[in-house]
């Protein structure tokens, strides 16, 4: 974890391994590690308590008001997930693929991206505190309406990004990619830029910036 972030409580030894077949609505599963793939379930109200993912899958799946607390999910397949309204706490996802993924209206407390691919997903409503994306393709990706005050996109590629009516209060961007990213003035009061990252900036904005030898 970066310093600044809660890193998940999960014990060094877990309890056993998740094998279940099926999800079952509004189970909770606590102190387990699972490589199961789930492609396709739907259950609400799911609780993961220090669960360890590793190459899980659970594409296309729909997890209405999920739970994840104190987790870490590496090399997990979650592209065209449907998980509104989740709340992730001290959660870490490394390596991760998701894909169009629908997050709309969810909460994320001390989470931690890494190295995840994001094309086109969905953070519509959501709210973030505590939170990094660090070396991750959020290319197309949807932030329409979130708070991200304080979120840090450190090495990630925010291209065609939406960003329109977001909160973006100490909302780090530097090393971040913006080409094309789609946001305004009054979104960008507080953020976070780096010198170079200037210029693109002024662009997004609809301003033109003629060189010493255009003027």
Not at 14 to 22: C, D
């Amino acid at each position: 974890m970066k310093p600044g972030l809660l890193a998940p409580r999960l014990p060094r030894r877990l309890a056993g391994r998740l094998e279940a077949a099926r999800l079952e609505p509004h189970a909770e599963y606590s102190a387990l590690e699972t490589s199961a793939n789930w492609t396709g379930q739907a259950a609400a109200g799911l609780i993961f308590d220090q669960v360890r993912f590793q190459r899980a899958v659970l594409t296309q799946t729909n997890l209405t008001s999920l739970r994840l607390s104190d987790c870490r999910l590496e090399g997990c397949e979650l592209s065209a997930i449907q998980w509104e309204k989740a709340r992730f706490r001290r959660v870490e996802l490394i390596n991760c693929r998701l894909l169009g993924a629908q997050l709309v209206e969810s909460q994320f407390e001390d989470v931690l991206w890494r190295g995840c691919v994001l094309e086109n997903a969905v953070f519509v409503a959501s709210s973030f505190k505590q939170a990094v994306f660090e070396d991750c393709v959020l290319r197309s990706a949807s932030f329409e309406q979130a708070d991200l005050s304080g979120v840090r996109f450190s090495r990630s590629n925010l291209s065609a990004a939406n960003l329109v009516g977001t909160k973006m209060f100490e909302t780090d961007l530097r090393g971040a990619v913006l080409d094309g990213m789609r946001t305004g003035a009054k979104e960008l009061q507080g953020a976070i830029i780096e010198p170079a990252q200037a210029v693109q900036i002024v662009s997004l904005l609809g301003v033109k910036v003629l060189t010493s030898e255009e003027a």
